[in-house]
């Protein structure tokens, strides 16, 4: 697992050269490797992860669709808790994308969100090669009250994790300072939260260049 300390700086991000290789990881082959409901049959391949977090319809899968230039490679729908188990897709043979079930409003029964959440903090908390957390937050609404016990239980667990925005279209560009700071405010409290934050739009293409060469830089 990684320290808050050991992430790359921001401005390493947006290096040309970075950017690039960015560009070609994720540009790369990447397939559907399993769909896991219990935590045992989690996929023992040794490959470093990357996971994708966030409340239900935060864009999750649309990212990663979207950071890999395909269409339909995570399941994409409008209702939210469509994805009700952790997604696994290999990257260029050197690096796992996860896609975890959301958390907070989902078209379920208890007992099914209960254990999406269990199975959820039991592989966040215990995953040796976890390189780093993705936390995703709509950029309409910033932090909400349903993602505080996930940054807690990283927080506890020491797994790092980047505050990334989504859909900042939907958000007035004025808008945007504000929004930045006052969510930074709330992640400079939290010990393993890496003290940067990223705006990014699946409809635009905003911000999916600098995440895919975070993400690089990180892996390489």
Known sequence: MTSAAEFPPEEAWRDAD??????????????????VAELGRLPNIGLPEVAFAGRSNVGKSSLINSLTNRKALARTSSAPGRTRQINFFVLGERLMLVD????????APKDEIRAWNQLVN?????????LRTILLIDARHSLKPADDPVMELLD?????????LTKSDKLKPASWAGMRAGTMQILATHAAAHPSLLFTSTATGEGLPELRSAITTLVD
Do not use: H
């Open 100 to 107: 975890l079930p959301g958390y907070g409003y989902a078209k």
């Open 122 to 130: 039991s592989y966040l908390s215990g995953r040796p090669n976890l």
């Open 156 to 164: 506890a667990a020491a797994v790092s994790y980047q505050a990334v």
């Open 18 to 35: 970075a950017l690039e290789r960015g560009r070609l990881l994720f540009a790369g082959n990447c397939e559907f490797v399993a769909g």
